[in-house]
């Protein structure tokens, strides 16, 4: 039964229903093949967001709408320009690290795209890049913002783990988005190598150096503040989120002026369209939960890998196989809340620390978003760059491969992952 469910899913989802009604629809059809009664599933509904850590999401949602309201994003690109420009294939290099800066505020692939990457796309090509080619780094690049911290996903891990800190899933992803962020370079740097790419003709001097980081402080401080409070106990993960609303209005608002009652009510709008867009695959996910444990699926899970898998690494790269595949399917939110509490049970069996698996699931289904044939961030990035999507399907291969490099090195060296939250 489980396998004409999960078969039901994919067909309703492959004939363009959206994500969300896919797995309501598929719920609806569950709880009647079984016989369970239809009240249940607006309870589940309301239970599964009555969660006092769920009120992260809009405020970081809003703090990130507010920052990038006027004139942010373009410092940030300066400012790169300064440290990285020089380098052989230097713009290249600059949208990397611009994505890297823009995911302490974001937190968000797609925020990303929408923020950074038509500034980013016309300043590549008008500098003698191909056009495919631009588009192609910024898709990948934009994966950085769910991991370096802030980042939604996270966030819902935490909540579906149960007693994982959102905090600590902020500070694991530090070293990987780092380590990510310079697999792309190494890219970059070889594909200009090899395409002689263009770069600035000097390095930039202290002092433009030093200009540059001054107008673009105020954004770099927002991430600093938010991790800052959290390792020192200042505030918790969910008040970080509301200091990160405050701080940024204040900037927005008394430094750079770009935020006006209009503004603001757009950014606001905004917000509310990307929660309600979040909280009701959420929603749909826990009713959706009910099925997936009534038909003992995490039972069966966990009963196949312990009789057949008997070995921590062989798990792990059955974890690594299964997630890259459902995420070049499936957006993240609903591949999370599926995939988590099925797979979640069997890796605490084989010793895996919840934290670590976190980032192995989080990280794995970042790479989904850039990784034919669905890849969201993909669409989001062919429809921003005026790209195809046949042309950037290829264009993206190698930070796709770079990308599961990195993943392999995260996976099996759990320290790049709990270092810095066992440090602090």
């Known amino acids: 039964m489980a396998l004409i469910l999960l078969l039901l899913f994919l067909t309703i989802m492959f004939i363009g229903v959206p994500i969300g009604f896919a797995m309501g629809f598929t719920t ?5 093949m079984l016989g369970g009664n239809m009240a249940v599933i607006p309870q589940k509904l309301f239970s599964s967001l009555d969660n006092f850590t769920y009120l992260c999401i809009p ?3 809003l703090a990130s709408e507010m920052m990038s309201s006027g004139g942010i994003t373009e410092n940030i690109v300066r400012f790169c320009d300064t440290l990285v420009g020089h380098i052989r294939g230097g713009l290249a290099h600059v949208n990397v690290l611009g994505s890297m800066f823009f995911a302490g505020i974001s937190g968000s692939a797609t925020a990303d795209v929408a923020g950074l990457g038509a500034l980013e796309v016309d300043m590549m090509t008008r500098a003698g890049y191909s056009r495919d080619y631009s588009a192609a780094v910024t898709a990948a690049s934009a994966i950085i913002g769910p991991i370096i911290p802030p980042s939604g996903i996270m966030i819902i891990y935490a909540v579906v783990a149960g007693n994982i800190s959102v905090g600590k899933m902020f500070l694991g992803g530090i070293i990987p988005g780092i380590l990510l962020g310079l697999g792309y370079m190494f890219v ?3 594909k200009a190598v090899k395409n002689n790419h263009p770069r600035r003709e000097r390095m930039s001097s202290f002092a433009e150096i030093g200009r540059a980081a001054i107008n673009t402080l105020p954004s770099l401080m927002l991430p600093v503040i938010i991790i800052g409070g959290i390792s020192s106990g200042v505030f918790t993960a969910t008040e970080s989120a509301a200091i990160a609303v405050l701080y940024a209005f204040i900037i927005s608002k008394f430094v750079t002026k770009s935020l006006d009652m209009k503004t603001f009510f757009k950014c606001c709008i905004s917000t509310a369209k990307t929660t309600a867009n979040v909280m009701f695959i959420i929603a749909i996910a826990s ?8 038909l003992q699926i995490p ?6 890998f312990i009789n057949y898998v008997n070995s921590r690494t062989v798990f792990l790269i059955f974890t690594n196989l299964i997630l890259l595949l459902i995420g070049a399917i499936l957006d993240q939110s609903p591949a999370l809340l599926i995939m988590a509490p099925i797979l979640l049970p069997v890796a605490k069996q084989f010793g895996v620390d919840p934290l670590h698996y976190g980032l192995i699931m989080v990280f794995n289904l970042c790479i989904g978003l850039i990784t034919p044939p669905v890849g969201m961030t993909l669409f989001v990035t062919s429809n921003v760059a005026k790209v195809k999507l046949d042309v950037l399907y290829r264009e993206i291969l190698p930070f796709v491969a770079i990308a599961i490099v990195v993943l392999l090195l995260i996976t099996f060296v759990p320290q790049t992952v709990l270092f810095i939250p066992n440090l602090l």
């Open 299 to 304: 039972q069966q899970v966990t009963s196949f």
């Open 287 to 294: 009713a959706m939960g009910w099925v997936i444990t009534a």
């Open 188 to 190: 970059c740097y070889i």
């Open 28 to 32: 609806i059809i569950s709880f009647l």
């Open 59 to 61: 405020l970081f949602i």
